[in-house]
């Protein structure tokens, strides 16, 4: 049952609906970049790991932008400072191991997961947001899976295409659901 947008979100909803679609379609040629560029970390692979958390630092900016009337913005700030730290992280660890790349994007994925989700509820009255509701909590359980997986013999990147793709539906359906709710509002 979507929830009818109020006359305070519904200003927000359609720049969030091109956000939204945004990261759709990044975090799906970033995967199948990543894929490409296969298991090994060279100098394309680190570029695409540093250029993720980046994105959506950038993304969080746009988001904060568009939605500073329609409500609170502090879960996003943290999420840019967040994700402005996994981007270093992640450069730093590339230059290391798989592994140690797995264990910084994991931990980045659990507490923007949690931010996520966060932002979500407080988000409710917009319409649209059970799918980040839910991609957040994936996204925390995504992160403990690589943070896991970095202990294992021959650890891999090709889980990560995997939590990009997911995570770029979420902000597809979530897309559309604003939409609807933005027309019964």
């Known amino acids: 049952m979507a929830s009818v947008a109020s006359d305070k979100h519904v200003g927000a909803t359609p720049s969030l609906h091109r956000l939204y679609v945004i990261r759709f379609v990044f975090a799906a040629v970033w995967a ?27 993304a969080a900016v746009v988001d904060a932008r568009s ?9 996003l700030y943290a999420n840019m400072a967040v994700s402005a730290l996994a981007a270093v992280g992640v450069a730093v660890a590339s230059t290391s191991s798989i592994a140690d790349v797995l ?13 996520q989700l966060l932002v ?7 319409g649209g ?21 970095a202990s294992q013999n021959d650890p891999s990147l090709t889980a990560l295409a ?3 793709t997911l995570g770029g539906i979420f902000f597809l359906v979530s897309a559309i659901r604003l939409s609807r709710a933005a027309r019964k509002g």
Not at 67 to 75: L, N, Q, S, Y
């Open 32 to 58: 199948v970049l990543l894929l490409v560029s296969g298991s090994d970390l060279t100098t394309g692979a680190k570029l695409l790991l540093f250029l993720y958390p980046a994105f959506d630092v950038a």
């Open 67 to 75: 939605v500073r009337a329609a409500g609170p913005v502090k879960g």
């Open 103 to 115: 264990r910084v994007w994991g931990a980045w994925a659990v507490v923007s997961g949690l931010i």
């Open 120 to 126: 979500g509820v407080a988000r409710r009255p917009m």
């Open 129 to 149: 947001q059970w799918a980040m509701i839910v991609s957040g909590g994936i996204s925390v359980l995504a992160g403990a899976s690589f943070i896991r997986s």
């Open 162 to 164: 995997g939590y990009a």
